[in-house]
């Protein structure tokens, strides 16, 4: 049996990719080991629904030397003492931990997922030319970059400098989606019969209020547009922001926004939706948008890495550039009182997921990727 053990900040979609992973990977070929941060939701199921071994260490999403050495040698000790095939790290900060242990061991190959590079967040060139060069030291011989997508994957060439040699894609997958009855009532957060959606936590990277200023030029023309926003939580920083925001465009009475949720009554949200739109800077491959392709949704979206992997402008739903307000307001109104558009949109994107984003059919490529670099 091959094992495997994954690092990583477990919050959010990285979160989500690896449960969705441990839950379809062959258990009886493959044993995951989990190390993941002190604060992190536990408890991963493998494809048996048996729990996996965890191990907590203080990993956490922001730099922090004292805590980031604390996990590398927490980690370091984890990994000798179990001597796995293979380390995969997800994340950036997976990445920091899991390549300084390959680095030092020098025997076991690391697997890299960034799940969008944290360079992306940058608000400066200069912090961002050294968040490339930290990503450029860490990556060495034992280092392979699984990207997870094609935007991912190019830019770890071009800008981290692997040799395409040294990288390998997985794209991130879902199961299809069979919405559950027992999450079907959405009557508590009173919702119109017509409206919009979106799943991101106020954060830079979703820019939300990019979003708002969407909706306030959307509501110029529809005046009863309503936007739903789920995914309000505690690693949620920009959510005053875009209260704020709300309030000052006067935008209370369009605007709903959920707080944390079970991920099966989402898809119920999701799927009654007229359209789903996300304004993100940037992206790995969003799992938000992977399940609007499943649910057979027509998206408008930014035009940015991740999201142009999943949107194809004028098939699926429309790519705007991130800082064109005007345009997506447009294209959203377009796609909002256009029905056999967004009919035309919806086929589209479910034929999309079921080629490229469908985890039955892809889970084998990934097994064969950890049978490939693991050291045996």
């Known amino acids: 049996m091959i094992k495997i053990i994954h690092i990583l900040h477990s919050i959010g979609g990285v979160d989500t990719s690896l449960r969705v992973l441990i839950k ?51 980690a370091y000790k984890i990994i000798r003492k179990e001597k796995p095939d293979l380390i995969h790290a997800h994340s950036a900060k997976g ?103 979106t799943v991101g936590r106020p954060s830079y990277q979703k820019n939300i209020e990019l979003m708002i200023e969407v909706l306030k030029e959307v509501k110029k023309e529809i005046p009863k547009i309503h936007l739903v926003i ?6 949620s920083p920009n959510t005053e922001n875009v209260k704020r925001l709300i309030k000052a465009y006067d935008l209370e009475a369009n605007t709903t926004l959920i707080e944390w949720t079970e991920r099966e009554r ?31 949704k027509s998206i408008i979206a930014t035009d940015c890495d991740g999201n142009r992997d999943l949107v194809f402008d004028g098939e699926n739903g429309f790519l705007v550039d991130a800082d064109d307000i005007s345009l997506m307001s447009k294209r959203t109104i377009e796609l909002f009182q256009n029905e056999s558009k967004r009919l035309e949109f919806q086929k589209k994107s479910l034929e999309i997921f079921n080629q490229n984003f469908n985890l039955e059919t892809n889970i084998k490529n990934l097994e064969a990727l950890y049978s490939k670099y693991c050291i045996k």
């Open 266 to 296: 989402i898809f119920h949200i999701v799927s009654k939706s007229k359209l789903y739109i996300t304004t993100a800077r940037y992206e790995g491959l969003p799992y938000a948008v992977i399940e609007s392709l499943a649910l057979s």
């Open 95 to 197: 990445g920091l931990v899991g390549n300084t242990i390959g680095f030092l061991l020098n025997t076991i190959n690391v697997l890299h997922t960034p799940q969008a590079y944290s360079f992306l967040s940058a608000s400066n060139s200069l912090k961002r030319r050294f968040l490339v060069l930290i990503e450029r030291i860490l990556k060495n011989k034992k280092s392979i970059l699984l990207a997870s997508s094609n935007s991912e994957l190019e830019r770890g060439i071009k800008e981290i400098k692997y040799k395409k040699s040294e990288t390998a894609l997985f794209n991130n997958c879902i199961s299809p989606i069979t919405l559950d009855p027992e999450f079907s009532d959405i009557s508590s957060y009173n919702l119109p019969d017509e409206y919009i959606c």
């Open 230 to 235: 789920m995914g309000i939580g505690v690693v």
């Open 24 to 74: 379809s990977i062959d258990s009886s070929k493959f044993e995951n080991i989990v190390i993941h941060g002190t604060k992190d939701n536990s408890n991963f199921l493998d494809d048996s629904n048996n729990y996996v071994k965890e191990y907590k260490i203080p990993i956490e999403r922001d730099i922090n030397v004292l805590k980031d050495f604390k996990s590398i040698i927490k």
